[in-house]
C-alpha cells in the first residue's frame, strides 16, 4: 500500500511542466490555486498565490433607483477538513479587496466590515490559514461544495434590501429583494428589467445545473429562460408559511415553509424608588418560528410531505441555501434544518448578533446550535483542532 502509495506520489512530480502550465490556466478560483501550490515545492514555484487575484470581484454602476456603485463578489461554500480526515466543518470562503481569503460562517452574510476569524493569509509563502495560530495548508483540505454571489451596494435606499444575487450568463444579473420583487440588469441596460407577473411575490432563487428556479409565496417553481421569461416548473404548493425556502438535495427540489409568528413576553421589572420596591411590566416582542417540508415528486407532479431528511442536513444561510450529507462531516448529526435566528437582525438586515438555530426534525424542536455540540460541529471544527473554534459576525 505504501509503495503504490510512494509510486502515485512520484508520478504527480513527474508531470511534464508543459502540461502542468496548462492546468493553472484552468484553475478558475483561488481556493484551486491554494489546493495546486499546497502539492509540493516544485507545483508551487509555478503559479504566485496573486495569479486571478480578486478576479472574483466586478465593480457595477448600478441604475436607477438604487442608482450606485456596487461590488459583485463570489463566495465559495467549502467543507475544511484535515488529511485523514476525522474532522471537517462548513465554511464560507471570500475574498477580500486586497487579495486575503477569509472564512466566514455560511450562515451570515458576507460583509467586509465585520470582524472574521480567522483567514488564509496570501503573505505567507507556506499558504499557512492564519487563525489564534498557524495552520499549514499541506495539513488541511478546502473542498468546493457551492458557489454564489453576493452584491455591496452602499447608500442604497432600505426598501432595497438584497436577498439573493447571480451573475446571469456572465453579461447581467438577476437579484431577488426583500419585498419579493424579481428583477434583471444587463451590464449594457439602463433600466432594471422586472421579472414574472405583477403583484407577485418571490421568496427564493436559486442555480442547479446552470438553470434559474425561483419560487413565489404560493408554492410555485419557476425556471427562467434566456428571455427572462418565467416558466412555471411545479404546481402551488399547499402550505401556508410565510417564507419559503428552495433547496436542492440529491438531485430533488425540496421547499422549507417557515411559519412566523410574533410573540410577546411580560416580565416584572423591579424599580427602586427610595426605600420602595416596585414592580414594572417590561414587554418584548420575539419572532417564533415554525417549519414543515415538501419535497417536489417530478413524475407525478406533486408535492410531497416529507417527515425526515434522512442523513441530509439543510443550510439556510443569507445569502444562498443548500444542502450537505453528514457522512461527509463525523461525529455531525443529520435530519435537521440550520438557519439564522430572526431575532437576531435589526431593521434594513444588518447583523446585530448572530444566534444560529437548528430545527431537529427527531422532535420538530428548534434550539440554538450552541446547546448541542453534534450540531454545532459543523460550523465549528473540533476542539482539539489547533485554532479557534468560534465565528464571530
Not at 96 to 122: A, D, F, Q, R, W
Not at 211 to 217: E, K, L, P, T
Not at 371 to 389: E, G, H, Q, V
Amino acid at each position: 500500500m505504501s509503495n503504490s502509495s510512494s509510486s502515485s506520489s512520484c508520478s504527480w512530480e513527474s508531470l511534464p511542466k508543459e502540461l502542468l502550465e496548462i492546468i493553472v490556466k484552468h484553475l478558475d478560483s483561488r481556493i484551486d490555486i491554494l489546493r495546486f501550490r499546497a502539492v509540493s515545492t516544485s507545483w508551487r514555484s509555478l503559479v504566485s498565490l496573486s495569479y486571478r487575484q480578486c478576479q472574483c470581484q466586478l465593480t457595477l454602476n448600478l441604475p436607477p433607483p438604487i442608482n450606485t456603485t456596487a461590488i459583485l463578489s463570489s463566495f465559495t461554500i467549502c467543507r475544511l477538513e484535515d488529511q485523514t480526515p476525522t474532522s471537517a466543518c462548513l465554511v464560507k470562503v471570500v475574498e477580500s479587496t486586497s487579495g486575503k481569503l477569509h472564512l466566514l460562517n455560511p450562515l451570515i452574510l458576507t460583509n467586509p466590515n465585520v470582524k472574521i476569524i480567522p483567514e488564509i493569509n496570501n503573505n505567507n509563502n507556506n499558504d499557512e490559514i492564519v487563525f489564534k495560530r498557524s495552520v499549514n495548508m499541506l495539513n488541511f483540505r478546502l473542498i468546493e461544495l457551492f458557489k454564489g454571489y453576493t452584491l455591496q451596494v452602499k447608500n442604497s435606499p432600505s426598501r432595497y434590501t438584497l436577498k439573493r444575487v447571480f451573475l446571469f450568463d456572465k453579461v447581467g444579473i438577476l437579484v431577488l429583494y426583500d419585498l419579493g420583487k424579481l428583477r434583471y440588469w444587463g451590464f449594457q441596460d439602463k433600466n432594471w428589467t422586472n421579472l414574472g407577473i405583477e403583484g407577485t411575490y418571490y421568496d427564493d432563487l436559486i442555480i442547479y445545473k446552470g438553470q434559474f428556479y425561483v419560487i413565489d409565496s404560493l408554492g410555485i417553481i419557476s425556471w427562467i429562460d434566456k428571455c427572462m421569461n418565467l416558466v412555471q416548473y411545479s404546481p402551488p404548493l399547499c402550505g401556508f408559511g410565510h417564507l419559503k425556502n428552495l433547496v436542492v438535495s440529491d438531485g430533488d427540489f425540496y421547499v422549507v415553509d417557515s411559519y412566523l409568528w410574533e410573540e410577546v413576553a411580560e416580565e416584572q421589572v423591579p424599580v427602586i424608588y427610595g426605600d420602595v420596591a416596585r414592580f414594572h411590566i417590561r414587554r418584548q416582542r420575539r419572532c417564533r418560528v415554525d417549519m414543515k417540508v415538501y419535497r417536489l415528486d417530478e413524475e407525478w407532479g406533486s408535492w410531497v410531505d416529507v417527515k425526515s431528511l434522512g442523513d441530509r442536513v439543510f443550510v439556510l444561510g443569507k445569502e444562498t441555501s443548500f444542502s450537505v450529507s453528514v457522512r461527509d462531516f463525523p461525529g455531525c448529526r443529520g435530519n435537521c434544518i440550520y438557519f439564522l435566528d430572526p431575532n437576531s437582525e435589526t431593521q434594513g438586515g444588518k447583523l446585530r448578533r448572530f444566534i444560529g438555530r437548528v430545527f431537529r426534525f427527531d422532535n420538530s424542536s428548534i434550539k440554538t446550535v450552541e446547546c448541542f455540540p453534534a450540531y454545532k460541529r459543523l460550523f465549528s471544527p473540533y476542539m482539539n483542532w489547533p485554532f479557534t473554534t468560534s465565528f464571530i459576525p
